[in-house]
């Protein structure tokens, strides 16, 4: 017989200590008190492509749930120590206004116990013994869900592409690129020209539609990897990772190119708008956000003096 402690196969430390390496992958944190269910299923479900945690001590799970900061949980509702449902209460409470999917699993059959978890918040309730292919078809579903909402809440409704919220996280991910692999990127800061006049002389609507039909352009023009995000009101952010800064300067003409050759038709009148835009190849000895992008702020000035409608390094 041997016994296993906790410590031996939850891999909890060392999954916080290199959590970069798992930020494209999904983690899915697994709380049973049944190790050798727990290690069979961490065995399985790391089949998927899953980050598993497997944690036979509650605490220890809800102790470290913001650093884990796991896409889905699954948790075990009847323990040695401690209630499921309890657990569960614990979880949700740290959640905050994140939606995270919970998943709680049983041996239990009651409706009651079904009804309770789903009460609590609960996403889903698994009848054990788990027939695996069922329970990775399930856990599937509440990721594609998480995935959804996510996406939703980083995206800007009026031109659909990414927020503000988007920036921080894709640009940490370049930073990490950049220092590990030495990929340089660029960061291009874009303004709308005299887009007040837009407003002024056609009205807020139609300055919307300017705004949603930019960010059309935009989308087209640019190439798979690159992003584009709503920085503010007329100003928006192209992070272009892998491209040095006179590639960068070229995609961008492309774009304003097409923008400012298209025609915006309001009842007998035509007009066009065009934009300004600074770019700033980043370097690994400037890498603070801000201070990035007030470089590219100062380019961008530079290109509003030289007379709008061009791209400046
Ligand atoms: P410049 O070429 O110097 O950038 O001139 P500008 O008129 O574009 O500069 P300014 O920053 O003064 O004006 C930006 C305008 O964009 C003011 C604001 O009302 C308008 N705006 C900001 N967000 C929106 C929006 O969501 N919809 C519309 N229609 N207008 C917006
Ligand atoms: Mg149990
Ligand atoms: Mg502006
Ligand atoms: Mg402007």
Request: one cysteine or more; glycine letters at 4%.
């Amino acid at each position: 017989i041997s016994i296993i402690y906790y410590e031996e196969y939850s891999n909890v430390d060392e999954i916080i200590e290199n959590k970069q390496e798992y930020e494209d992958k999904n983690l899915i944190l697994l709380i049973d008190d049944d190790t050798a269910l727990l290690m069979y299923l961490k065995d399985e479900l790391e089949k998927e492509g899953w980050v598993v945690i497997a944690v036979a001590d509650p605490d220890r799970a809800i102790y470290s749930y913001y650093d884990l900061n796991p896409d889905c949980v699954v948790i075990d509702v009847h323990m040695k120590d401690k209630n499921g449902l309890d657990v569960l209460l614990q979880i949700k409470e740290k959640m905050k206004q994140q939606f995270i999917p919970t998943i709680m699993i049983s041996v239990d059959k009651s409706k009651e116990i079904r009804m309770q978890s789903y009460k609590l918040g609960a996403d889903d309730f698994i009848q054990k013994p788990l027939e695996m292919d069922e329970f990775i078809v399930r856990i599937n579903r509440q990721l594609e869900r998480k995935q959804a909402i996510d996406d939703v809440m980083l995206i800007d409704e009026l031109t659909r592409v990414y927020n503000r919220k988007y920036l921080a996280q894709t640009y940490d991910r370049l930073i990490s690129n950049l220092n590990r692999r030495y990929e340089p990127f660029c960061l291009a800061l874009i303004d709308l020209d005299h887009f007040k006049q837009v407003n002024d002389t056609y009205g807020h609507t139609v300055g919307d539609e300017v705004l949603a039909t930019f960010a059309d352009v935009v989308r087209k023009g640019l190439r798979v990897n690159d992003i584009i995000i709503r920085y503010g009101g007329e100003e928006f952010i192209i992070l272009l990772p892998e491209t040095e800064a006179n590639e960068a300067k070229l995609v961008i003409e492309r774009i304003l190119k097409e923008f400012s050759n298209t025609v915006f038709k309001f009842g007998d009148s035509e007009f066009y708008n065009s934009f300004s835009a600074g770019i700033h190849e980043v370097h690994p000895t400037q890498l603070d956000l801000k201070e990035n992008i007030e470089i590219a702020d100062g380019a961008l000035y530079e290109a509003k003096e030289s007379g709008r409608n061009q791209v400046k390094v």
